[in-house]
């Protein structure tokens, strides 16, 4: 009998530890990324400064080039910059934006692309996607999954909170975006990868369950693991699918509808996860959500991110035009605004009993 198997694009190395960022050149010399030190990194004018001045004695044969903003035109700039001059690798250094252009600018030129993550504020960090800004809005490209992903708990644990908060909803939204895809899986017969859905929802669990806070290195490497796993269940089925549902198109309609007042990205999903699971008669596990999201700081109503509940049911009434072609709860249930308003009535009064 043959062994079938498939290839699953991944890092070749992944290296969550305190003090992970200390010997990144030896650790690209050892994976063979670059033996020579010959690297492109990226970072921002900002806060990536500080660590410009911490690695450049230890990276002398890198070169250093500011990323401006999280837009396509930054992208292909820095693509632009770095073209024809000899690179093993292109480095991004920082949050999510910094990631996002040199995933896409690294693609354009093909050569691999080293992530090394400054906070844990989404699970794009290893995904084989880039989020960048255009003139309609904003746009997803298609990319490479990053040669290699480090992350430094001590680099980590110095950035604003916030950053951590928002992974924390963007983890555990897995575990509605699953039930979403199996929903149209039921329904519809749409394919589903099984592999890619229970890394997804294996994720979302380990952080929905951890005991931990935001303060202890277990709980980071938890969440960091967990955003990794997110970001290879991407590139397994081939598109967002394992991370991205209801709880994702009601956060797309906050950023369309409210562009000036969003909320971070992991308010706004984790939120929506948790009404998500409430519209789908699981009620307890809608709590479970709310109680754990609560536990570490994050909203569970749209009033603590500055909605009114009418902003919020026009929101939820609006978010399958985010996403056309895509099944979820939302499309199921059909629901019209006054519906939705007593669904979330009832969302509201039971998270709060």
């Known amino acids: 009998m043959p062994v079938l198997t498939r290839l699953i694009p991944s890092p070749v190395v992944v290296d969550i530890s305190c003090g992970a960022m200390d010997d990144l050149a030896g ?3 050892d994976q063979r990324i670059s033996s020579s030190g010959k690297l492109a990194i990226a970072t921002s004018p900002g806060s990536g400064l500080t660590l410009r001045d911490k690695l450049a004695p230890v990276l002398p044969g890198a070169d250093w080039y500011e990323v ?7 992208a292909v700039k820095l693509a632009d910059d770095i073209k024809g001059k000899r690179y093993d690798a292109v480095v991004g250094l920082g949050g999510g934006k910094i990631i996002d252009v040199t995933k896409y600018a690294a693609a354009r ?13 989404h699970d794009g960090l290893c995904s084989p996607v880039s989020i960048l800004d255009n003139d309609n809005g904003r746009g997803s490209y298609g990319v490479p999954t ?3 992903m480090v ?14 908060r928002s992974g924390i909803g963007d983890a555990i939204s897995n575990i509605s975006a699953v039930a979403d895809w199996e929903l149209s899986h039921r329904l519809h017969g749409e394919p589903i990868d099984g592999l890619a859905a229970a890394m997804a929802r294996t994720a979302g669990e380990a952080v929905l369950r951890h005991p931990g806070g935001v303060g202890t290195d277990d709980f980071l490497t ?5 955003l990794v796993l997110s970001g290879i269940a991407m590139s397994i089925s081939g598109d967002s699918r394992p991370s991205s549902g209801a709880c994702h198109e009601i956060s797309h309609a906050f950023d369309l509808l409210y562009p000036k007042r969003a909320a971070s990205h992991g308010e706004q999903v984790g939120i929506g996860a948790a009404f ?12 479970l959500f709310a109680e754990v999201l609560h536990r570490h700081g994050l909203p569970v109503l749209p009033e603590e991110i500055g909605f009114s509940v009418d902003e919020f049911v026009q929101a939820v009434a609006y978010a399958p035009q985010t ?9 199921h249930l059909n629901l019209s605004t006054d519906q939705i308003k007593d669904a979330y009535a009832d969302y509201a009064k039971a998270i709060s009993s």
Do not use: C
């Not at 998500?276 to 709590?287: D, I, K, T, V």
């Open 323 to 331: 996403r056309p072609g895509r099944f979820t709860i939302l499309e």
């Open 27 to 29: 650790l690209l010399a």
């Open 146 to 148: 990053p040669i290699a």
């Open 276 to 287: 998500a699971m409430h519209l789908r008669g699981a009620h307890e596990q809608s709590g």
């Open 109 to 121: 030129i093909g050569l691999p692309m080293v992530a090394v993550a400054t906070n844990l504020s």
């Open 68 to 74: 401006a903003d999280g837009t396509i035109d930054s």
């Open 222 to 226: 938890v969440l960091a693991e967990s």
């Open 151 to 164: 992350i430094d708990l001590d680099v980590i644990r110095d950035a604003p909170v916030r950053f951590i």
